[in-house]
């Protein structure tokens, strides 16, 4: 099967800047389409960014700018470097990425468990 862990959530002041990252492991064949997502308590979970495996990228209103997705083809990684955060950046980020296992070679979405980003005011 295959996981998707992040890291580099935290807390950070506002007007400051943090950097996700995100990497695939197990039976993977090819990725395709990555992206992050964030949720705050009570609301439903919204696009931050994607980007496709050629490099292609779309950004949500809130976030053009600032945040810039970027992406490691040969690591299965990708990465959320956030800059001039603001408070309402606070939420769960997840990443997520179409996957194609070499078991089903069928495009598959998965998510990654989420990293808690606080930003203070």
């Known amino acids: 099967q295959v996981q998707l862990v992040e890291s580099g959530g935290g807390l950070v002041q506002t007007g400051g800047s943090l950097r996700l990252s995100c990497t695939a492991s197990?039976?993977?064949?090819?990725?395709?389409?990555m992206g992050w997502y964030r949720q705050t308590p009570g609301k439903q979970r919204e696009l931050v960014a994607t980007?496709?495996?050629?490099?292609?990228?779309t950004y949500a209103d809130s976030v053009k700018g600032r945040f810039t997705i970027s992406r490691d083809n040969a690591k299965n990684t990708e990465y959320l470097q956030m800059n001039t955060l603001k408070p309402e950046d606070s939420a769960v980020y997840y990443c997520?990425?179409?996957?194609?296992?070499?078991?089903?070679?069928?495009?598959?979405?998965?998510w990654g468990q989420g990293t808690q980003v606080t930003v203070s005011s």
């Open positions: 980007i496709t495996r050629s490099g292609t990228t």
């Open positions: 197990g039976n993977i064949f090819t990725n395709g389409i």
């Open positions: 997520y990425a179409v996957v194609v296992t070499r078991s089903t070679l069928q495009p598959l979405p998965y």
